[in-house]
């Protein structure tokens, strides 16, 4: 499964961006897919995941409420739509699929493929 992620850029605080992640070579139905992502000098960290066998949807804390993921079964494509954007969610944004299970959701490592990465950069 080839990842594509793009809709990153530079906004301002309290505004929106919608990012979005075209799958081929594979459809993410099957999958548990996510959004992870890297600020300079910081882990990697999770934020948002669909599971595989579920529709449920989980959250980090740090974006509940603001953040929703979302995926299109005909597009084979998932979306992060992030509103009341902050200056601490600068990063560069990484979608994610795989087998992950319910206690492996959260962490990188139950993730086998991955996108490219897209910036998103919030000014106060």
């Known amino acids: 499964v080839q990842l594509q992620a793009f809709g990153g850029g530079l906004v301002q605080a309290g505004g929106f961006l919608r990012l979005s992640c075209a799958a081929s070579?594979?459809?993410?139905?099957?999958?548990?897919v996510g959004w992870f992502r890297q600020a300079p000098g910081k882990a990697r960290e999770f934020v948002a995941a669909?599971?595989?066998?579920?529709?449920?949807?989980y959250y980090a804390d740090s974006v509940k409420v603001r953040f929703t993921i979302s995926r299109d079964r005909a597009k084979n494509t998932m979306y992060l739509q992030m509103d009341s954007l902050k200056p601490e969610d600068t990063a560069v944004y990484y979608c994610?699929?795989?087998?992950?299970?319910?206690?492996?959701?959260?962490?990188?490592?139950?993730?086998?493929?991955w996108g490219q990465g897209t910036q998103v950069t919030v000014s106060s």
């Open positions: 994610a699929a795989g087998r992950a299970i319910l206690s492996s959701l959260r962490f990188a490592e139950g993730y086998a493929y």
């Open positions: 070579g594979g459809t993410l139905s099957s999958c548990s």
């Open positions: 669909f599971h595989r066998s579920n529709s449920n949807t």
